[in-house]
């Protein structure tokens, strides 16, 4: 499904992916794990091209992702569902709008795209909160707008960045929750950047460790967790025995 | 870069840029315009509008009152159908609007205000602003004329009025006023005032050094065609001519009023006109008597009492007279000085007659006495006469008688007879004193001839006494009284005093100025030649024109507020431009720079100065500015079309550079909008513009948003 070679990307002198690479199935649940800096986020954001890479090669569903432009490139975003670590909520639109401007504005007829944006809502619990706006929403609800917004295309791929890491602990729950249950009842290809430990040994397929630009580990989550390789691996299973 | 906008969004920013330029003009040019309307406005209350009023009459404040009655008094009885209307009143003087019937916009009219206007109260000057016309400024008097007789030759001219030092020239219409102006440039230009100034306290005689300046610009080969003349004393204008002329006659009357001195120099002595003498000799009491030399005619000299009185005499007095030295010392002899007084004959004359005057109403009174008394003369000689002719008569009478009676005469008879004939001629002797002539001779005499001659005197005597003497000798009382009571000496200081002044009729100056008409001449070339020709090393020399156009108050008023008007709008030009670049554009160059981030590689350094935002930020800018500018017809000195492009693209690049600060875009928005597939229009329209500032880009984005 996903296949990332050899991906590099500096910022001046900082290196953010030092040659990466990476193969996501179909359906498969990746949860990629390490420290802040490591280059986590851009790793995620060249899949869907709001980071432009250096070098290397991407290939999405057999399309070359780094090849695309224009309309191709806004329509192979469409396919590709994308969860921000702050939400990135429009925030003069109500919820209902934020889930579905973006399916009006691809051409859907306006009412096919509110039913849609309700069902996705609903998905995600907050049907009757459709008429507010980000402001009157907490942080958790904010971010189940933003899944709902995601999930609403019914991506190929959903790539999730910290989803969780700015709510406050007792929101994350209700957002794990939501994730959770995706994973488990759509089959749709995840790959998840957290820190919930907890989380990736329940959901993940495959658990990625990565470190200064590189994937420094990856393997199944009992298998990363138990017996870790990799330094980064260690620090995270001593999080999850405490 | 241009990706972003090929999308579609090309199309919204072009209708923002036209609808930008059109907007900006509109704004600034109202707003410039509804400025000058509203000046304008007031302009036309204070000033009238144009053409309205003719002049404006200055009057002191505490006296409009009666000025006004009086203007309305002149207007009614010289001007029907004139107009009336007050405007400011400024430190203390009011400002009175009189505009004249058109048919009474004539040369005479215009010329004659003061004759017109002269007794109204409180009247201070006035302003004339008749249109349409064009004011000439300065004129000088010594070519006033001249000009005037060219201009008014102009086609489109109607005549030309003297207004102090200003001509005023009137135009047929409006539409011929540049026409018209430019002629009297054309004529104005032909003429050139060079002034030769010198230092202070060196006054020069000015018609002299005048006529010598002509000369060396005659000698100039290269300027041969040109005219010159000496116009020095036409700037003080026709009344200091006539100062001079009654100056003239003044020192003329003075002269025949002072004594006249004629010095006879002895053998071998020489006199100098200026020398002074002193005099020996019968003098008034007071001061010694000096002459000075006025003039030396061979062996004959004038001279003029400065100092001391001669005695009040009628008749010659001869002096002797010593030269004087510079220190008052008397010298030697020089000569015998004779003085003759016809002050002194006057009075003496006036005198005489006074008295004459007196003696012949005198004399009158008693020659009427005279005609009396010859007239009953003459009536008792008659009736004496008739009697003795009936004597006669009665004598006859009685001689025949005897001679008749037929006895002979008694001896008594006789006797008587002897006795009477003796009687009768010695009574017609004593009478006639006539001697033997007979008594018909006396018949003779014509009595009544006689009478007539008597009556004729008497009449005569009649109208010499109806003569009222007594006022012919008041009068000549009054002359004499009247008669200057000056001493020679004041009148010798006089006329040297007017002697000075006068100069020979010129009058001594700092400065001689001369028309030049033909080719122009550089006055800082000339001095150095005039110093060295004139030989005079301090003079200096400046040129100046014979008269200057000059739009009219009104006209400049209203050419400064439409200067105000280009100016203003082409300020708000430049100001609407920046807002609407903040505003507007900063959210686009804010986008771009954003989207930007995530791009391919390095900004590398030598970019940051070609970066093709910033290039695109002033390329936006300076056709914004220019277009804008322009369509606002903005006129700001020194912002040539140049300058402004250079602004605008200034102004573009600063907000580019600075458009963060000014629109700064919401970049958790931007990034999640990429994500959800948006093109870049509907980025913009969806997710960037609504959330911006207010301006034209938000507006015109309403009618494209969707959501
Ligand atoms: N736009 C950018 N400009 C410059 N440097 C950047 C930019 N984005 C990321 N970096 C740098 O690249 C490196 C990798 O950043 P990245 O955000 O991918 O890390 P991360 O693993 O997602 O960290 P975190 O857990 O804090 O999100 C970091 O050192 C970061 O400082
Ligand atoms: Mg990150």
Redesign the pocket.
């Not at chain 1, 986020?41 to 569903?61: H, Q, Y």
């Not at chain 2, 018609?207 to 000369?215: K, P, S």
């Not at chain 2, 160059?589 to 100065?609: D, E, H, I, M, N």
């Given at each position: 499904m996903l296949e990332i070679r050899d991906l590099y990307k500096s910022?001046?002198k900082?290196v953010?992916l030092d040659g990466v690479d990476l193969d996501v199935a179909k359906g498969e649940t990746v949860v990629i794990m390490?420290p802040?800096?490591?280059?986590?986020?851009?790793?995620i954001r060249c899949v869907n091209r709001l980071t432009e890479p250096d070098r290397g090669s991407i290939v999405l569903a057999g399309q070359d992702v780094l090849a695309l432009s224009g309309r191709e490139l806004q329509r192979f975003r469409r396919q590709v569902g994308f969860v921000f670590q702050h939400f990135n909520l429009i925030a003069r639109l109500t919820a209902l709008d934020n889930v579905m401007f973006h399916l009006v504005l691809g051409g859907m007829d306006r009412e096919e795209a509110r039913e849609k944006a309700l069902d996705a809502l609903d998905k995600v619990g907050l049907k009757g909160a459709a008429a507010r706006r980000p402001s009157e929403l907490s942080g958790g609800q904010q971010q189940r707008v933003g899944i709902a917004r995601a999930l609403v295309t019914n991506p190929e791929i959903m790539l999730w960045d910290?989803p969780t890491a700015s709510l406050d602990p007792i929101l994350v729950g209700e957002v794990l929750e939501v994730m959770e249950e995706l994973v488990q009842n759509t089959g749709t290809t995840m790959v998840i950047?957290t820190h919930e430990v907890s989380f990736a040994l329940r959901a993940a397929d495959r658990i990625v460790f990565?470190d200064q630009g590189r994937v420094v580990e990856q393997g199944p989550p009992q298998q990363v967790f138990s017996e870790p390789r990799s330094q980064i691996g260690r620090l995270y299973r001593k999080l999850l025995l405490n | 870069m241009l990706d972003f906008f090929r999308d579609g969004f090309y199309k919204d920013l072009a209708l923002l840029l036209a609808i930008t330029v059109l907007f900006g003009a509109v704004f600034s040019q109202g707003i410039a315009w509804a400025i000058d309307a509203y000046f304008g406005d007031t302009l036309d209350q204070m000033i009238g509008g144009y053409g309205e009023y003719d002049l404006i009459l200055h009057i002191r404040a505490e006296a409009k009152e009666a000025a006004w009655r009086e203007l309305q008094r002149i207007g009614e009885q010289s001007f029907p159908g004139y107009k009336l209307n007050e405007t400011l009143t400024i430190a203390g003087q009011a400002n009175v609007f009189f505009g004249l019937p058109p048919e009474y916009r004539t040369k005479e009219v215009l010329e004659s205000i003061t004759s017109y206007f002269g007794a109204v109260p409180g009247l201070n000057g006035y302003t004339l602003m008749v249109q349409p016309s064009v004011l000439i400024r300065g004129v000088h008097p010594g070519v006033r004329e001249e000009l005037r007789e060219q201009i008014e030759a102009l086609p489109g001219v109607r005549f030309a009025v003297k207004d102090g030092n200003n001509l005023v020239v009137l135009a047929q219409g409006e539409d011929q006023l540049p026409q018209v102006q430019e002629a009297i440039e054309g004529i104005l230009d032909q003429y050139q005032i060079l002034e030769l100034r010198f230092p202070m306290g060196f006054a020069v005689d000015t018609q002299e050094v005048g006529d010598r300046a002509l000369e060396v610009l005659r000698a100039q080969e290269k300027l041969t065609g040109n005219r010159y003349l000496n116009v020095t004393s036409a700037q003080y204008g026709e009344d200091l001519d006539a100062f001079l002329k009654t100056l003239v006659e003044m020192r003329d009357f003075l002269g025949s009023y002072a004594s006249k001195v004629r010095i006879a120099p002895a053998a071998g002595t020489a006199l100098a006109v200026g020398e002074r003498l002193v005099l020996d000799g019968a003098v008034q009491a007071g001061q010694e008597l000096i002459v000075e030399v006025t003039g030396v005619f061979g062996d004959l000299a004038e001279g003029m009492i400065i100092q001391g009185s001669p005695v009040q005499s009628t008749d010659k007095v001869v002096h002797t007279g010593y030269r004087l030295s510079a220190d008052g010392e008397r010298g030697e002899y020089v000569g015998e000085v004779e003085i003759e007084n016809e002050r002194y004959r006057l009075a003496y004359a006036v005198e005489e007659s006074l008295r004459l005057l007196a003696e012949l109403e005198e004399l009158a009174v008693q020659a009427s006495a005279a005609v009396d008394n010859a007239e009953a003369v003459l009536t008792t000689f008659q009736e004496a006469l008739m009697q003795l002719e009936v004597l006669q008569v009665q004598m006859r009478q009685l001689n025949e008688g005897i001679a008749q009676s037929e006895g002979k005469p008694s001896g008594e008879q006789f006797l008587l007879t002897l006795l009477l004939n003796g009687l009768f001629q010695t009574l017609a002797q004593s009478v006639l004193s006539s001697g033997e002539e007979s008594l018909d001779s006396l018949e003779n005499l014509d009595i009544e001839e006689m009478r007539r001659s008597l009556d004729g005197i008497s009449t005569q005597i009649a109208n010499v006494q109806e003569i009222n003497v007594a006022a012919i000798m008041e009068q000549i009382g009054f002359v004499r009284d009247t008669l200057p009571d000056l001493s020679d000496a004041e009148i010798g200081q006089s006329i040297r005093l007017i002697n000075t002044y006068l100069g020979g009729q010129v009058i001594p100056g700092e400065r001689v100025q001369l028309l030049i008409q033909g080719q122009k001449l550089n006055e800082k070339e000339l001095e150095k030649l005039f110093q060295k020709e004139l030989d005079h090393p301090y003079l200096h020399t400046y040129s100046t024109s014979a008269g200057m156009v000059s739009p009219d108050a009104r006209g400049e008023i209203f050419r400064i507020l439409k200067e105000v008007r280009s100016i203003v709008a082409g300020l708000l030009a430049i100001i609407f431009t920046l807002i609407v670049l903040v505003l507007d554009h900063a959210t686009i160059f804010s986008t771009l720079k954003q989207l930007r981030?995530?791009k391919k590689g390095a900004v590398r350094p030598w970019l940051r100065w070609a970066d093709p935002l910033l290039l695109m930020g002033g390329i936006l800018g300076s056709a914004l500015l220019s277009s804008i500018y322009h369509l606002a017809r903005g006129q700001i000195p020194f912002f040539t079309p140049a300058v402004i492009a250079v602004l605008g693209f200034a102004l573009g690049v600063l907000v580019a550079v600075l458009c963060e600060r000014f629109s700064p875009v919401d970049s958790m928005e931007l990034m999640a909008a990429q994500a959800l597939g948006l093109s870049h229009v509907q980025i913009m329209r969806e997710v960037v513009i609504p959330p911006s500032r207010p301006g034209l880009l938000n507006l015109l984005n309403r009618f494209r948003q969707q959501f």
């Amino acid at each position: 499904m996903l296949e990332i070679r050899d991906l590099y990307k500096s910022y001046g002198k900082t290196v953010a992916l030092d040659g990466v690479d990476l193969d996501v199935a179909k359906g498969e649940t990746v949860v990629i794990m390490g420290p802040s800096g490591c280059g986590k986020s851009t790793l995620i954001r060249c899949v869907n091209r709001l980071t432009e890479p250096d070098r290397g090669s991407i290939v999405l569903a057999g399309q070359d992702v780094l090849a695309l432009s224009g309309r191709e490139l806004q329509r192979f975003r469409r396919q590709v569902g994308f969860v921000f670590q702050h939400f990135n909520l429009i925030a003069r639109l109500t919820a209902l709008d934020n889930v579905m401007f973006h399916l009006v504005l691809g051409g859907m007829d306006r009412e096919e795209a509110r039913e849609k944006a309700l069902d996705a809502l609903d998905k995600v619990g907050l049907k009757g909160a459709a008429a507010r706006r980000p402001s009157e929403l907490s942080g958790g609800q904010q971010q189940r707008v933003g899944i709902a917004r995601a999930l609403v295309t019914n991506p190929e791929i959903m790539l999730w960045d910290e989803p969780t890491a700015s709510l406050d602990p007792i929101l994350v729950g209700e957002v794990l929750e939501v994730m959770e249950e995706l994973v488990q009842n759509t089959g749709t290809t995840m790959v998840i950047v957290t820190h919930e430990v907890s989380f990736a040994l329940r959901a993940a397929d495959r658990i990625v460790f990565m470190d200064q630009g590189r994937v420094v580990e990856q393997g199944p989550p009992q298998q990363v967790f138990s017996e870790p390789r990799s330094q980064i691996g260690r620090l995270y299973r001593k999080l999850l025995l405490n | 870069m241009l990706d972003f906008f090929r999308d579609g969004f090309y199309k919204d920013l072009a209708l923002l840029l036209a609808i930008t330029v059109l907007f900006g003009a509109v704004f600034s040019q109202g707003i410039a315009w509804a400025i000058d309307a509203y000046f304008g406005d007031t302009l036309d209350q204070m000033i009238g509008g144009y053409g309205e009023y003719d002049l404006i009459l200055h009057i002191r404040a505490e006296a409009k009152e009666a000025a006004w009655r009086e203007l309305q008094r002149i207007g009614e009885q010289s001007f029907p159908g004139y107009k009336l209307n007050e405007t400011l009143t400024i430190a203390g003087q009011a400002n009175v609007f009189f505009g004249l019937p058109p048919e009474y916009r004539t040369k005479e009219v215009l010329e004659s205000i003061t004759s017109y206007f002269g007794a109204v109260p409180g009247l201070n000057g006035y302003t004339l602003m008749v249109q349409p016309s064009v004011l000439i400024r300065g004129v000088h008097p010594g070519v006033r004329e001249e000009l005037r007789e060219q201009i008014e030759a102009l086609p489109g001219v109607r005549f030309a009025v003297k207004d102090g030092n200003n001509l005023v020239v009137l135009a047929q219409g409006e539409d011929q006023l540049p026409q018209v102006q430019e002629a009297i440039e054309g004529i104005l230009d032909q003429y050139q005032i060079l002034e030769l100034r010198f230092p202070m306290g060196f006054a020069v005689d000015t018609q002299e050094v005048g006529d010598r300046a002509l000369e060396v610009l005659r000698a100039q080969e290269k300027l041969t065609g040109n005219r010159y003349l000496n116009v020095t004393s036409a700037q003080y204008g026709e009344d200091l001519d006539a100062f001079l002329k009654t100056l003239v006659e003044m020192r003329d009357f003075l002269g025949s009023y002072a004594s006249k001195v004629r010095i006879a120099p002895a053998a071998g002595t020489a006199l100098a006109v200026g020398e002074r003498l002193v005099l020996d000799g019968a003098v008034q009491a007071g001061q010694e008597l000096i002459v000075e030399v006025t003039g030396v005619f061979g062996d004959l000299a004038e001279g003029m009492i400065i100092q001391g009185s001669p005695v009040q005499s009628t008749d010659k007095v001869v002096h002797t007279g010593y030269r004087l030295s510079a220190d008052g010392e008397r010298g030697e002899y020089v000569g015998e000085v004779e003085i003759e007084n016809e002050r002194y004959r006057l009075a003496y004359a006036v005198e005489e007659s006074l008295r004459l005057l007196a003696e012949l109403e005198e004399l009158a009174v008693q020659a009427s006495a005279a005609v009396d008394n010859a007239e009953a003369v003459l009536t008792t000689f008659q009736e004496a006469l008739m009697q003795l002719e009936v004597l006669q008569v009665q004598m006859r009478q009685l001689n025949e008688g005897i001679a008749q009676s037929e006895g002979k005469p008694s001896g008594e008879q006789f006797l008587l007879t002897l006795l009477l004939n003796g009687l009768f001629q010695t009574l017609a002797q004593s009478v006639l004193s006539s001697g033997e002539e007979s008594l018909d001779s006396l018949e003779n005499l014509d009595i009544e001839e006689m009478r007539r001659s008597l009556d004729g005197i008497s009449t005569q005597i009649a109208n010499v006494q109806e003569i009222n003497v007594a006022a012919i000798m008041e009068q000549i009382g009054f002359v004499r009284d009247t008669l200057p009571d000056l001493s020679d000496a004041e009148i010798g200081q006089s006329i040297r005093l007017i002697n000075t002044y006068l100069g020979g009729q010129v009058i001594p100056g700092e400065r001689v100025q001369l028309l030049i008409q033909g080719q122009k001449l550089n006055e800082k070339e000339l001095e150095k030649l005039f110093q060295k020709e004139l030989d005079h090393p301090y003079l200096h020399t400046y040129s100046t024109s014979a008269g200057m156009v000059s739009p009219d108050a009104r006209g400049e008023i209203f050419r400064i507020l439409k200067e105000v008007r280009s100016i203003v709008a082409g300020l708000l030009a430049i100001i609407f431009t920046l807002i609407v670049l903040v505003l507007d554009h900063a959210t686009i160059f804010s986008t771009l720079k954003q989207l930007r981030a995530g791009k391919k590689g390095a900004v590398r350094p030598w970019l940051r100065w070609a970066d093709p935002l910033l290039l695109m930020g002033g390329i936006l800018g300076s056709a914004l500015l220019s277009s804008i500018y322009h369509l606002a017809r903005g006129q700001i000195p020194f912002f040539t079309p140049a300058v402004i492009a250079v602004l605008g693209f200034a102004l573009g690049v600063l907000v580019a550079v600075l458009c963060e600060r000014f629109s700064p875009v919401d970049s958790m928005e931007l990034m999640a909008a990429q994500a959800l597939g948006l093109s870049h229009v509907q980025i913009m329209r969806e997710v960037v513009i609504p959330p911006s500032r207010p301006g034209l880009l938000n507006l015109l984005n309403r009618f494209r948003q969707q959501f």
